[in-house]
């Protein structure tokens, strides 16, 4: 059990290191330049409306695509990786035991695309200043993280930066799903008690 901890300890801190610098200065940027945009564009005025109605859901989206593009493709293409990237398709199902640490991958791919399904489906609301229906919140989250996911794993093949896992789209599909049941049961508890 010490062992799992230690794992977890250590992945911690390397998301920290590897994950979260470059994402936060992207989501800066993005939600200046909208700012901007919409000064120029429309002549507005900043207001709290629009930092908590606009800027904060499109950084808040932004940092975590940025999160996720740094964790799976960007910081890897340091890395020289001349393996095959098919020859390990149907692997990495469950977590299993290496010499001193278990690997985590699974449970991290399922964590990593819960907050991408929430961001979208919160972005959405507040641009569109409606709300979609359960159903096609669901919908449209299954259909974002089944994209990226495919769209990871493809770029990982193509320059050779990771495998191409069949266990990778199921695990962020299945954790952009769960962000979606997420959001429905949030937002289902905010207008009960408005």
Do not use: C
């Amino acid at each position: 059990m010490k062992y799992f901890f230690w794992t977890i300890s250590v992945n911690t801190k390397e998301f920290i290191s590897n994950a979260v610098a470059f994402p936060v200065w992207i989501s800066i940027a993005i939600g200046i330049i909208y700012v901007l945009f919409i000064k120029l564009k429309y002549k507005k005025k900043f207001d709290r409306r629009m930092l908590t109605d606009k800027i904060l859901p499109l950084s808040l989206m932004t940092f975590i695509y940025t999160m996720i593009a740094q964790l799976t493709i960007l910081r890897r293409f340091t890395i020289h990786n001349t393996v095959d990237s098919f020859s390990e398709i149907w692997e990495g199902w469950l977590p299993f035991k290496q010499d001193f640490s278990f690997d985590l991958t699974s449970i991290q791919n399922i964590i990593m695309f819960i907050p991408l399904t929430l961001t979208v489906n919160w972005f959405i609301l507040k641009f569109k200043e409606k709300s979609l229906s359960a159903k096609k919140i669901i919908i449209l989250s299954t259909a974002i993280s089944f994209g990226m996911s495919l769209f990871i794993e493809i770029s990982q093949a193509i320059f050779h930066i990771g495998m191409f896992q069949i266990s990778d789209l199921t695990y962020n599909t299945l954790g952009g799903i769960i962000g979606a049941f997420l959001f429905n049961l949030i937002t289902k508890n905010a207008q009960k008690q408005q």
